[in-house]
């Protein structure tokens, strides 16, 4: 009878090991499925466009008072976007839009 058992003890302990490898490369597989292809971070920013280049400044509590400072030193108020790429393939932006809630 104690062959049995061990026998049955070693199977469970197999199966058990077994399941859990199953699982952890499953989870792999979702994990690396999502990270492969390209992936886009895209932030807001405000900005200015001037006669000797580009101002960027981030969207915080104070962006119209910094709109208002770019306009004074002859800046074109704007907004920019700031997007980066963290996935593993390239992208290409063909364009970008905005929506507000005014229409």
């Not at 900005?47 to 074109?76: F, H, K, M």
């Amino acid at each position: 009878m104690t062959g049995s058992s061990t026998v049955s003890t070693a199977a469970l302990v197999l199966g058990v090991v077994g399941s859990l490898l199953a699982v952890a490369s499953l989870s792999w597989q979702i994990a690396t499925f999502k990270m492969s292809g390209s992936r886009i971070k895209v932030k807001l920013k405000i900005a200015g466009i001037g006669p000797t280049g580009i101002l960027t400044g981030p969207v915080d509590s104070n962006w119209c008072e910094n709109l208002q400072r770019y306009a004074v030193l002859g800046y074109t108020p704007c907004l920019a976007i700031e997007a980066r790429n963290v996935g593993r393939l390239g992208v290409d932006i063909i364009r970008c839009k905005a929506l507000f809630s005014n229409g």
